[in-house]
């Protein structure tokens, strides 16, 4: 069972599918892609540490997409500093191709259906409870990967977790949207991807909010879109659904007074208009799980490559407005490094049948705020649903998998510069 279907669970479902496993994916939207999908049009950051792409499932993925007629994803370098390339795609036919993969791998998905609380007999996971339109229901899985993001499941499983820092202080939640129709000739012409001129402006005559003193514009996949991910909404817990709807209300109208502010104020944007405003803020951080490791900024800083890593990364410390911090992304490695993820930080110490991926990955601060790319929170689900075939064939707790094995795995799934 794999809950949540963002870009850590659709990795887990279809690497698990694919060697034959009996899989359900639950995701309480009404889309696959989480973030992603809250965030349409938001690039695959990060996924060329060393200029190389990591390889496996996102890079199967984007070439699928990039083969199509005509293309619907590309690879360009990133405007902002320290990320270098990412990827930009359509995210309507992102969606139709990760179903395809979905269905190919034979997972069944169930979608607007939330996995409510784990049932446990002693370390085991036995059943879990879930919700839908037609009442509660339960599964009886052998092995749960949680991908919620937020760990659910996990926590009420028992697993120890951080929520934030180690004061509680969560970073900024986001609403995005794009602009359509703008001149990329004249937007970009002067080329900072802040827009710090235009944006103190906006903020001293009071037409944006003070958190807008740089604005994070890039170009959009399709000619002449802008994606605006600026709009930043402070000391949200996005495990709180009152809270959510709260910051996507603010939201929705810091992003109609910056959308506005852009056609009157920007030149290239005269004739733009806002779209794909997204359905609800994006949250970056909540719970990080505690698993068997947990990956440091220690780690980070020596680019550690693990015996048991499962996927490279040289992203930034992208920090975004933690507590009254601002929206840093320092380098996080020198050019030409990495480090790696180790395959521990996916497990939990003692629930025998239980996983978990994706953001809610077992890293302190720093080290999350570099690890937490949609590239590798995919590759962390697809080390996930590979560990999950190999526990259950063995008839294994998740423990007992050795690391190295899945790491090997993984290097044969085509995964780069692992050990
Ligand atoms: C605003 C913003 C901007 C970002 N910018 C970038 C960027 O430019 N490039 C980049 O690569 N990364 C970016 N990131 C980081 C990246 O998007 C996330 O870290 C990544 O998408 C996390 O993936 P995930 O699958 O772990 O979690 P999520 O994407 O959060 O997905 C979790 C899914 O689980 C579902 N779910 C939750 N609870 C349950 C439940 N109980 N039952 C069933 N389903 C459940 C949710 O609906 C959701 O679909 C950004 C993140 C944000 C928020």
Redesign the pocket.
């Known amino acids: 069972m794999v809950?949540?279907?963002?870009?850590?669970?659709f990795g887990a479902a279809v690497a698990a599918g694919r060697q034959g496993l009996d899989v359900v994916l639950?995701?309480?939207?009404p889309k696959i892609?989480?973030?992603?999908?809250f965030?349409p049009g938001?690039?695959?950051?990060?996924a060329y540490p060393c200029g190389q792409i990591i390889g496996g499932l996102i890079a199967e993925l984007r070439d699928r997409l990039a083969g199509m007629n005509p293309p619907a994803a590309a690879t360009r370098p990133c405007t902002l500093a320290n990320f270098g390339p990412?990827i930009v795609y359509d995210p309507d036919l992102a969606q139709v191709v990760m179903f395809e993969m979905l269905e190919e791998a034979g997972v069944r998905v169930y979608l607007n259906?939330?996995?409510?609380a784990p049932h446990m007999a002693g370390t085991r996971i036995e059943t879990v409870t879930f919700g839908d339109r037609h009442g509660a229901g339960v599964v009886r899985p052998r092995l749960v990967v949680d991908?919620?993001?937020?760990g659910?499941?996990a926590a009420q499983a028992g697993v120890p977790f951080e929520l934030g820092d180690a004061q509680g202080r969560m970073m900024g939640?986001?609403l995005?949207f794009l602009m359509v129709n703008a001149r990329w000739d004249a937007v970009f012409a002067e080329g900072d991807p802040y827009f710090t001129r235009h944006a103190e402006r906006g903020v001293a005559a009071g037409r944006l909010h003070p958190d807008l003193a740089r604005l994070y514009l890039m170009k959009g996949f399709h000619p002449d879109t802008v994606f605006c991910?600026s709009v930043v909404i402070r000391g949200i817990d996005g495990t709180k659904p009152d809270e959510v709807a709260r910051a996507t209300q603010e939201g929705r109208r810091r992003c109609r007074a910056l959308a506005a502010f852009l056609r009157d104020e920007v030149p290239g944007f005269e004739d733009a208009w806002m779209t794909q405003l997204g359905p609800t803020v994006?949250?970056?951080e909540t719970r990080k799980l505690c698993g068997l490791y947990r990956l440091t900024a220690a780690d980070v800083a020596a680019t550690r490559h693990f015996s048991d890593g499962i996927v490279a990364c040289a992203n930034p410390i992208d920090d975004v407005m933690r507590g009254a911090g601002g929206m840093t992304h320092d380098a996080a490695v020198a050019d030409a490094s990495y480090y790696t993820l180790p395959f521990r930080c996916l497990v939990p110490a003692s629930v025998e049948n239980l996983l978990f991926?994706?953001?809610?990955v077992s890293a302190d601060p720093v080290a999350f705020a570099s690890i937490?790319?949609?590239?590798q929170?995919m590759a962390m689900g697809q080390a996930t649903g590979t560990a999950a075939g190999v526990a259950l064939r063995a008839g294994v707790p998740v423990q007992a998998v050795d690391g190295r094995e899945i790491a090997a795995r993984m290097k044969a799934q085509g995964l780069w510069g692992l050990a």
Do not use: H, L, Q, Y
């Not at 809950?3 to 669970?9: E, F, M, Q």
């Open positions: 809950v949540g279907g963002g870009t850590a669970g639950m995701e309480t939207g892609g989480g973030v992603m999908s965030c938001m690039p695959w950051g990060g990412e259906t939330t996995a409510t991908c919620s993001g937020d659910d499941i939640v986001t995005s991910n994006g949250v970056r991926a994706g953001r809610n937490r790319g949609m590239p929170c």
